[in-house]
């Protein structure tokens, strides 16, 4: 499949000279920011990882939520931060989001949905469980802009 952000990047580098820039850690990295996808879709998590690796992030994955719960216990000390869809099979994203939101050890954990989900009673849900941000799939912009905002905003 093309990769259509690399291709316009290639043919029109001026059109990315406005964009913030921002500096993760270094692959392997003790300070390198973790995330946490829980996405079913084989293509669209590998698309969203390949985004956030791009950007210098660490990338954990579970195929649904009940995986991505079972990643998230064991690596509580470094994810910094939850992506996930909401129609997956065995735990949706708002079943995830509610274990995260219900377990104090995850309390400040920001929570962003990345779906095809984004009704008005959709995004109500998904606030009323903990979804901090709505994201629509395939918008790289917006989703790495709300990623480095909550990750910033996490540093500081």
């Given at each position: ?11 029109f ?5 406005d964009?913030e ?5 270094e692959e392997?990295?003790e300070?390198?920011t ?7 879709s084989?293509f669209?998590?590998?698309?969203v ?19 991505a719960?079972?990643v ?9 931060l ?8 065995n735990m ?25 989900l ?11 469980v903990g979804?901090d ?9 917006k ?14």
């Amino acid at each position: 499949l093309v990769n259509i952000f690399e291709l316009t990047q290639s043919l029109f580098p001026d059109w990315f000279m406005d964009q913030e820039i921002y500096e993760m850690g270094e692959e392997g990295d003790e300070n390198q920011t973790t995330i946490l996808i829980a996405e079913d879709s084989n293509f669209f998590r590998n698309q969203v990882k390949g985004y956030m690796e791009e950007a210098g992030y660490r990338v954990l994955e579970g195929e649904d939520g009940a995986v991505a719960w079972e990643v998230l216990q064991d690596n509580m000390e470094s994810v910094s931060l939850v992506v996930t869809d909401i129609e997956m099979p065995n735990m949706n994203g708002f079943e995830f989001t509610e274990l995260i939101r219900k377990d104090n050890r995850f309390a400040g954990i920001p929570i962003i949905a990345l779906t095809t989900l984004a009704g008005e009673e959709d995004i109500a849900k998904g606030k009323a469980v903990g979804i901090d941000e709505y994201h629509i799939k395939l918008d790289k912009e917006k989703l790495m802009a709300a990623v480095h905002n909550f990750v910033k905003s996490g540093m500081q």
